[in-house]
């Protein structure tokens, strides 16, 4: 009796060792497959999204080719900027045939020395425009010095000559101006000098000079629309 209790315990135990490895060894098998399972939806996922991004980059690239070229860096803008904005300080409004404005031309084209730091134009020059040069036209510049600044503001009288000796380097020559009453007294003598220059200078009045750059008949008596031409004309 006692062998065959002793031979029945030892079956049920192989029986329930070996349903033990068994559920062991069909775990394993789950866990496996699970994983396998799980890394092929990760490989899946992993190779859809390189799709998806590669997509939107051709989706990007297509709509930049669409709407034109290539936005330019920021620093590409500074740069055309600064290529674009004016290098000199002051553009001077000169007149050519005022043999003393000519003298002080010529020494402030000596002191620039092509640095370009001011901008000489001649107003008697027939391409003057006045729209090029903050709308002074030739009368009112003819009437007394004008300059322009790069922003395109209008100065007149001694500060244009301030403006210009600072450029080349002489500015603590009218450095005084800058202060009252030194400065207004300096515009009072200029503006002296302004209004008899060209009978000191020995040329014709200013009723004159524009008749002639207008091509006006001298004795012509003209308005902005017409002129009235006197027929036959006076003798002298």
């Not at 396998?36 to 989706?59: C, F, K, T, W």
């Not at 009368?139 to 500060?159: C, F, K, Q, Y």
């Not at 302004?194 to 004795?219: M, S, W």
Request: hydrophobic share 40%; glycine share 6%.
């Amino acid at each position: 009796m006692f062998w065959y209790n002793l031979c029945r315990d030892v079956v049920d135990s192989s029986f329930a060792v070996t349903k033990v490895l068994s559920a062991c060894q069909l775990r394993r098998h789950d866990c496996v497959a699970r994983f396998s399972v799980l890394r092929d939806q990760q490989i899946e996922m992993h190779h859809g999204l390189r799709q998806r991004r590669g997509a939107s980059a051709v989706s990007r690239l297509t709509a930049s080719a669409a709407a034109g070229a290539v936005e330019p860096a920021p620093q590409t803008k500074q740069m055309e900027a600064a290529d674009a904005a004016p290098t000199w300080q002051i553009r001077l409004l000169y007149d050519s045939e005022c043999p003393l404005c000519m003298k002080e031309v010529a020494m402030l084209m000596s002191r620039d020395d092509g640095k370009g730091k001011i901008d000489f134009v001649d107003i008697c020059s027939p391409s003057y425009d006045a729209a090029e040069n903050g709308g002074v036209t030739f009368e009112t510049a003819m009437r007394r010095i004008h300059g322009v600044l790069p922003d395109g503001s209008v100065v007149s009288n001694v500060e244009v000559f301030r403006r210009c000796y600072e450029a080349v380097g002489l500015g603590w020559l009218y450095e005084f101006t800058k202060y009252y009453p030194f400065g207004p007294m300096a515009n009072a003598v200029y503006e002296l000098w302004a209004a008899n220059r060209l009978r000191v200078t020995g040329r014709p009045d200013l009723a004159t000079i524009l008749e002639e750059r207008r091509g006006t008949p001298q004795g012509a008596n003209c308005d902005e629309d017409s002129c009235e031409i006197e027929f036959p004309p006076k003798r002298k």
